[in-house]
């Protein structure tokens, strides 16, 4: 069984950036490939970014590619998202994912409780 909770979503202005947080609780984080996916208002949730166990491999949506970067630390059961030069239609609420499988598809085990993050114009 894995926890997983968010933090650091807010309100950022168009051109900004935010730095979001998983924390993990169990002793066999570093056992699950990990992902961020988002979802606004009346639109399917969709992958954003994921990590391999090792950290070794990474994998973008091309709408964030170049703007947005995955990392984790095993070693702290953390997994982060930067995002920079951040676009209102990047609005919405982020969620931090667990599963043995790495994939762009919502089929992860474990799913945090979301963050939200709202970039105004």
């Known amino acids: 069984q894995v926890q997983l909770v968010e933090s650091g979503g807010g309100l950022v202005q168009a051109g900004g950036s935010l730095r979001l947080s998983c924390a993990a609780s169990?002793?066999?984080?570093?056992?699950?490939?990990m992902a961020w996916f988002r979802q606004a208002p009346g639109k399917e949730r969709e992958f954003v970014a994921a990590?391999?166990?090792?950290?070794?491999?990474?994998y973008y949506a091309d709408s964030v590619k170049g703007r947005f970067t995955i990392s984790r630390d095993n070693a702290k059961n953390m997994v982060s998202l930067q995002m920079n030069s951040l676009k209102p239609e990047d609005t919405a609420a982020y969620y931090c994912?667990?599963?043995?499988?790495?994939?762009?598809?919502?089929?992860?085990?474990?799913w945090g409780q979301g963050t939200q993050v709202t970039v105004s114009s």
């Open positions: 990590i391999s166990r090792s950290g070794g491999s990474t």
């Open positions: 994912a667990a599963g043995l499988t790495i994939t762009t598809r919502v089929e992860y085990d474990y």
């Open positions: 169990g002793r066999t984080f570093s056992s699950y490939a």
